[in-house]
């Protein structure tokens, strides 16, 4: 049975493994550009402007600049928690 897992950079909480098996690979979502829209109360807000989530964590992989080693994940953001 999947173990939960939970992103200390988005809070989001998912399985290490989909139900055929297979890895999962977590990748934080985007946030609302704070700049754009300071303050949901004013008029104007809107939520489709986004920026990339600071220290985001992203687990898909990469090929490892060295030769003979395992891919590499993409960004470790501020790791995970089981749950």
Avoid: W
């Avoid at 999947?2 to 988005?10: A, E, F, V």
């Avoid at 979502?29 to 754009?36: D, E, R, T």
């Avoid at 080693?69 to 993409?74: A, K, N, R, S």
């Amino acid at each position: 049975m999947p173990g939960l897992i939970k992103c200390n950079s988005c809070g989001g909480t998912y399985p290490d493994k989909q139900h055929a098996g297979c890895d999962y690979f977590h990748a934080c979502g985007p946030i609302p550009n704070p700049a754009y829209q300071p303050n949901p109360a004013l008029p104007n807000f809107d939520l489709q402007q986004y920026i990339e989530r600071p220290n985001k964590r992203d687990e898909n992989l990469l090929p490892n600049p060295t030769p003979g080693l395992p891919p590499v994940m993409v960004n470790a953001g501020t790791g995970v928690t089981p749950v």
